[in-house]
């Protein structure tokens, strides 16, 4: 078996596997299908799992489960692990499945699409997807090993499963060592990437740690919207008052007055956050700011840290800065100094461009924006000193429209006007 083309091309290796799933099931020998996942197949078998099955034993009805998500542990941590991993805009595909040490489903995230394709196998919670509840499938694999895994297609036993493919990984308590469940991803054969399974074994990383803390996690209590706010890396009671990100220096400061620095990419993620109230999507995000190579999964992964550190200041699905914070940036105060016609005191606070050392296209438009609105208001004002103070800034500097106007209220042989005109180009 070609295991290859599982990413180059899953429509042909799931053929093969299709093949393969028949003769083995029927007790041919097939070399090329592992001994463990045949062992697998076998074992489910003899427990009662027919591959002509689809329905899972159910456990506790959707009541039930309610409660048993309070009582577990990974309530704690289900937030982050949704930030991380979740999609359940729209367009969203797969799955986020977390279960408990049994393999009894208790959470699923995901769009109504992906949630309506999953009700057609009762992958649902309260759904035992233990290998003697389902039979194989990447949930009782990565309880029965003990290690993340992926099953594609046919390696899942039952038929109906084989338009899926899952990747999962179990989480073990950081201070016992024992077994606190399993984190699935699911979804349409053309979902799954190599890159899969690194960000699952990634977020049980991410889980781990979070349990591991002195508070066990606990920080990450829910908010009052019904989502968590994810305060683990941020101080007790810490609130973001505003954001800097004129200049080369960005920053968030907080109530408390003080400012902690951003990472350029978090700082042009914030800057996209403060330009749309709709919000962004992570697919949207990855493109501006990583053309056809960004992924979303990489966004979830930065803003599960951009949340960590802003905690309630950044909503997600879709992603968007908190109605408290929306334009409480420098560059938002800017705007709205502009539209109130205080041009005298936005050309004040307009000190720097907009993160000056992002070569990012999305944030060049804004920063080119900011200059032409600033600019167009200091011309249309007629005054002689704001026009001045403005060619004098970077931004500015080559305004040839500024330049003009301010020539008209001065006088075309001014040497002020002159100099400005040679700087401009114009």
Wanted: charged share 25%; aromatic share 4%.
């Amino acid at each position: 078996m070609d295991y290859g083309l599982r990413f180059s091309d899953p429509a042909k290796y799931a053929r093969a596997l299709r093949r393969a799933h028949e003769l083995v099931i029927s007790g041919v020998t097939r070399p090329e299908i592992p001994t463990p996942l045949a062992e697998s197949w076998r074992r489910s078998m003899a427990l009662g799992i027919s591959p002509d099955q689809h329905s899972p034993r159910h456990l506790h009805d959707p009541s039930e489960v309610v409660q048993l998500r309070r009582e577990h542990r990974l309530h704690q941590v289900m937030p982050a692990l949704q930030d991380l991993l979740a999609d359940d805009s729209s367009s969203g595909r797969h799955l986020l499945v977390l279960t408990d040490a049994t393999g009894e489903i208790l959470w699923r995230v995901g769009s109504r699409e992906a949630l309506r394709r999953a009700d057609r196998l009762e992958f649902s919670e309260g759904a035992d997807w233990s290998e003697a509840g389902i039979g194989t499938n990447a949930i009782s694999e990565a309880l029965v090993t003990g290690g993340p895994v992926q099953v594609f297609s046919a390696e899942h036993l039952v038929r109906t499963h084989h338009d899926w493919a899952c990747t999962a990984a179990p989480i073990t308590d950081p201070l016992t060592g024992g077994l606190l469940g399993v984190l699935d991803v699911s979804g349409p054969l053309d979902t799954i990437s190599a890159d899969t399974l690194r960000m699952v074994r990634c977020a049980v990383r991410v889980a781990e740690s979070l349990l591991g803390t002195s508070d066990g996690g606990s920080s990450l209590g829910a908010s009052s919207s019904g989502r968590a706010s994810r305060q683990g890396a941020r101080r007790p009671g810490a609130v973001v008052s505003s954001l800097e990100l004129l200049g080369d220096r960005p920053a968030a400061v907080f109530a408390d007055g003080s400012r902690v620095p951003l990472t350029l990419r978090r700082a042009e993620i914030l800057v996209l956050l403060d330009s749309r109230s709709q919000g962004w999507s992570a697919d949207e995000l990855a493109y501006e700011l990583h053309g056809d190579a960004g992924t979303p999964q990489a966004i979830r992964t930065e803003m599960f840290r951009v949340r960590s550190m802003l905690g309630d200041a950044v909503e997600s699905n879709p992603y968007r800065l908190a109605a408290g914070l929306a334009g409480c940036s420098d560059s938002g105060r800017v705007l709205r100094m502009l539209r109130e016609g205080l041009v005298a005191k936005a050309l004040e606070e307009y000190t720097a461009p907009l993160l000056s050392r992002s070569g990012v296209l999305a944030v060049q438009l804004l920063r080119d924006q900011l200059d032409m609105a600033v600019g167009s208001a200091v011309t249309a004002s007629g005054d002689a000193g704001l026009l001045v103070r403005w060619l004098s800034t970077d931004m500015g500097c080559r305004d040839p429209l500024a330049v003009e106007a301010f020539g008209q209220l001065v006088g075309r042989a001014d040497a002020q006007y002159l100099a400005f005109r040679a700087s401009s180009g114009s």
